[in-house]
């Protein structure tokens, strides 16, 4: 039989990349809380979030059957039917229908550039906007960006809702969205400063279908007064980014902020890495996208706790007590320019943000980290490199803490130097490459080094009188068929004779002969 593998070396070798450097990563949470309805929400409530409970929509269709003088509504994109529906229901009955939006601008410009929000979007809202023409006081900007819906506004019977959604399907019953009902004397405020936005900020006007024509300022509104609860983006005013730096400065414990879009070097990003860095607990809810990702990079690095929703819209800020919800994102386009509106909320209202807040944080799958080596990060992770994060998180790469991998036997060249024969780093780099394992904290890679067999058609060197003289399992000398010169041996207990005779007769190799039993 063959000789045993007493001969072989069992090799077993830990190949350690916890040191490997690593671009920022999406890390998934695990195990993500489920994502509540607002079914559960008093019949008074002031804040909510958009959902597939219709909760949210349901309330603008009513807000709109409601009115019965006056329907104002901003929106940057306008594409939902059943709003269509009410909008003309409204405007049969007698309302005066005013309508602010942004049919010049590039529809892409508040959209996700990694979302799946194709042309059919866009189609619809020209198409709406088509209907619209004639029937309705429809004011275009590309400033416009404010979002709500309001209805006789000059009234005591005056109500309405302020929106970080645009009046799409989508962002009213997919993405994580927020509205907020406002009172009669809220609505009347925000009428004030919408007011002065259709008369003196409007660019265009829709006269007809597909026409758009140039306006000008009718130069008699008078710039509202500021106010203490309703915020703008206005005619050079900043009221929403002053009284946003406010908060974030005066804030002692506890930032919660979510918004669409961030501006790395805008002051309002600064101050929250500020506060972060000073030991305020800063939580940032955020979309993932490639254009907001160095702004997200410097709030993580900052100490701000970052988590990614897949649809997330809403754009609202709790500073321990105080809270604001807005239009406007947190980017230079929002909060220095444009028209955008926001409200601020009392401690009810600041209470029912701070529950959706804390909901959708327990519900985000992904959270942003800035690792600066693969060993501080594990589980499964999206790899954020240039134009990153990619479409629809591809390329999710699970990180694991120790993978086995068994390669396959290797034979040295000699019986009495395996460890020459063992795989050097290199060897074990384009293994783990070759494996997926290049992001795999440890590889423990097992094989075994065999001895070298002597060929059976090998002839031993030896006379009759050598024989006489030769200890039984002894090293012997013997020629291969290609003519070179071995040394065989038996047994492990013969390795030094056999290396002995070797490099007396200057010869390189040692193999192992078969023996029988």
């Known amino acids: 039989m063959e000789t045993s593998n007493m001969w072989d070396l069992p090799v077993e070798m830990a190949f350690d990349q916890r040191k490997q450097p690593v671009p920022p990563v999406l890390v998934r949470r695990s195990p993500p809380s489920p994502r509540s309805g607002g079914t559960t929400l008093a019949a008074n409530w002031k804040v909510c979030a958009t959902g597939r409970d219709r909760v949210v929509l349901d309330e603008v269709l009513s807000l709109l059957r409601r009115a019965s003088q006056v329907v104002v509504f901003s929106s940057f994109l306008l594409s939902d039917s059943e709003v269509q529906r009410e909008l003309f229901a409204a405007a049969s009955r007698g309302c005066r229908v005013y309508g602010l939006i942004s049919a010049e601008a590039k529809l892409d410009r508040d959209l996700s550039d990694e979302d799946v929000f194709d042309a059919k979007t866009a189609e619809a809202h020209k198409r709406m906007l088509d209907e619209f023409a004639g029937r309705m006081v429809i004011r275009s900007s590309p400033s416009f960006h404010a979002k709500c819906v309001l209805v006789d506004p000059g009234t005591d019977a005056a109500r309405g809702l302020l929106l970080t959604a645009n009046l799409t399907t989508e962002a009213l019953t997919r993405n994580e969205e927020l509205a907020v009902r406002l009172n009669a004397t809220e609505c009347r405020a925000l009428f004030g400063q919408i007011r002065y936005a259709i008369w003196e900020l409007a660019e265009r006007e829709l006269l007809g279908k597909g026409e758009l024509d140039r306006i000008k300022p009718l130069g008699e509104v008078a710039l509202p007064a500021t106010d203490a609860v309703i915020h703008t983006t206005m005619a050079g005013r900043c009221h929403i980014k002053d009284a946003i730096l406010t908060m974030i400065r005066t804030a002692k414990q506890r930032i919660v902020v979510s918004s669409y879009g961030w501006d790395a070097d805008h002051p309002v990003v600064e101050a929250l890495c500020e506060r972060a860095a000073k030991g305020v607990v800063v939580t940032a809810l955020a979309r993932y996208r490639s254009v907001a990702t160095s702004a997200m990079l410097k709030m993580r690095r900052a100490g701000v706790e970052l988590v990614c929703l897949p649809w997330l819209h809403a754009k609202a800020i709790v500073c321990d007590q105080d809270s ?194």
Not at 343 to 352: A, C, I, K, N, Y
Not at 485 to 499: L, Q
Not at 509 to 514: N, P, S, T
């Open 324 to 517: 604001m919800i807005m239009s406007a994102n947190l980017q230079r386009h929002g909060l220095d320019d444009g028209f955008e509106l926001g409200v601020r909320l009392d401690q009810s209202g600041t209470r029912e943000l701070v529950k959706l807040l804390d909901e959708w944080k327990g519900a985000a799958a992904w959270r942003l980290e800035s690792p600066a080596t693969l060993g501080e990060v594990s589980g499964d992770v999206v790899f954020l490199g240039p134009g990153a994060p990619p479409k629809n998180l591809d390329g999710i790469v699970s990180i694991k803490p120790v993978v086995e991998v068994a390669l396959d036997d290797v034979v040295a060249d000699c019986a009495v130097r395996l460890d020459e024969a063992r795989h050097d780093e290199t060897v074990l780099r384009r293994e783990a490459e070759k494996r997926g394992l290049r992001w795999t904290h440890s590889i423990r890679f097992t094989y075994r080094v065999r001895a070298p067999r002597l060929p059976a058609n090998a002839k031993p060197e030896s006379n009759a009188e050598d024989e006489k003289t030769r200890v039984a399992g002894a090293p012997r000398v013997f020629r291969l068929s290609d003519g070179s010169r071995v040394v065989g041996v038996t047994a492990p207990s013969e390795r030094d004779a056999a290396r002995a005779l070797a490099n007396s007769l200057g010869l390189k190799r040692v193999l192992v002969a078969e023996t029988s039993s």
